[in-house]
């Protein structure tokens, strides 16, 4: 069994090097020099270095990785006390920060944040679509932005709903649990195609909920399959199951991770998009890698599923030996060649969920099973 307690350390020591780099902000998206911008107030990625630092406190007990931490739960109650910020990425921003602390230290104030956040994310359900919008329409309505959120549920939300299964099991209210159950039901179904590949989004009718079709915002076109959208659903239906304990979600898990395993660079690493023209530029996305990695690894960690912790390995390794950053004192982050918005032409960067997701698949292959999620 390959051993990555020598990463791990490699990890912790550089994100506690990086301590006063960061500060108290939290990391966006890093460029070719390997430095961070900070996220605006209430942005979606806000949540995963947070669960870095709560992961590497998990490891050393040092106390200054929880302090970090908590230094940044001012822009968390913030986000919940403005309606336009509620959307479906609750889940990332409090199962990585509120829901690890109160896991780790039985903090009560991050649990009735984190509730909170459960409630508002349960807010977000609609009935006769069953499923959760991604996002609230709002007066600021800038780029048509009510116009594309309207009747919209995105594939990130598989990841989401580990926030609402979380607060079933702490309050016993079974509403967290069904609306979550419906939507995980309704993502499959849409999300999904019979080949393995799945659809960045699923349009409903805002008017009557019924649904209309997928797309694919960020991949290279509706009917490819773009890479990080793929990695949701291969992490995100791996903890569903975990949840529910209903096989419809673990076969479903798998239809995704097989997809996504056969068509992976010779390298190990996800290229951006798995379905692009012959000839196409490889580009690489090592946060589609990293999450993948991460529920492959925890798909690996089900009785009769143990086969893929190879894979993971494979994958991990591919990581390590060409996108790693541990061993560059100037970068602030963990990972480079993520690939944040091709289409718009940002096709190399830092990104918090791949720094994230490494750290979590490397904890998963070290044998850990307890996480935030």
Not at 110 to 136: C, K, S
Not at 184 to 210: M, N, S, Y
Not at 296 to 322: C, F, N, P, W
């Amino acid at each position: 069994m390959s051993n990555y307690r020598s990463l791990q350390n490699d990890v912790v020591s550089h994100i506690r090097r990086n301590f006063d780099a960061i500060g108290n902000g939290n990391p966006k998206i890093g460029g070719v020099d390997f430095k961070w911008k900070m996220c605006e107030p209430g942005y979606w990625v806000a949540g995963f270095y947070v669960g870095e630092l709560w992961l590497a406190y998990q490891i050393t007990g040092d106390e200054r990785f929880k302090n970090q931490a908590r230094q940044r739960n001012p822009f968390f109650q913030h986000l919940l006390h403005v309606p336009e910020l509620l959307n479906h990425d609750l889940g990332f921003l409090f199962s990585l920060t509120q829901v690890a602390d109160y896991k780790l230290t039985g903090n009560r104030e991050a649990r009735e944040l984190a509730l909170r956040a459960a409630e508002a994310l349960r807010g977000q359900y609609q009935q006769m679509g069953e499923f959760i919008q991604a996002w609230p329409l709002t007066k600021i309505n800038t780029e048509n932005r009510n116009e594309l959120a309207a009747g919209r549920m995105l594939i990130d939300s598989f990841e989401n709903l580990a926030l609402l299964f979380w607060a079933h099991q702490e309050t016993g209210i079974q509403s967290f649990y069904d609306v979550a159950y419906a939507h995980a039901r309704t993502a499959v179904k849409h999300l999904i195609r019979e080949d393995g590949t799945t659809f960045h989004t699923f349009k409903f009718d805002p008017a009557t909920q019924e649904p209309m079709y997928g797309q694919t915002l960020q991949g290279y076109a509706d009917n490819s399959c773009w890479s990080r959208g793929q990695s949701w659903a291969v992490h995100g239906l791996t903890q569903i199951y975990a949840y529910t304990k209903d096989k419809a979600f673990l076969d479903a898990a798998k239809k995704v991770t097989d997809f996504a395993l056969a068509n992976l660079t010779a390298e190990n690493i996800c290229p951006w998009d798995y379905k692009l023209p012959k000839g196409s530029e490889v580009i690489w996305d090592s946060s589609a890698t990293a999450i993948t990695c991460a529920g492959v690894a925890a798909l690996s960690q089900i009785e009769g599923y143990e086969q893929y912790r190879t894979k993971a390995q494979a994958m991990l390794d591919g990581l390590q030996e060409h996108c790693d950053l541990t061993g560059n004192a100037d970068a602030e982050g963990l990972l480079d060649h993520g690939a944040y918005f091709v289409t718009r032409g940002d096709k190399r960067a830092m990104l918090p969920y791949g720094d994230y997701y490494y750290f979590e698949a490397i904890r998963r292959l070290n044998g850990e099973t307890n996480f935030f999620w």
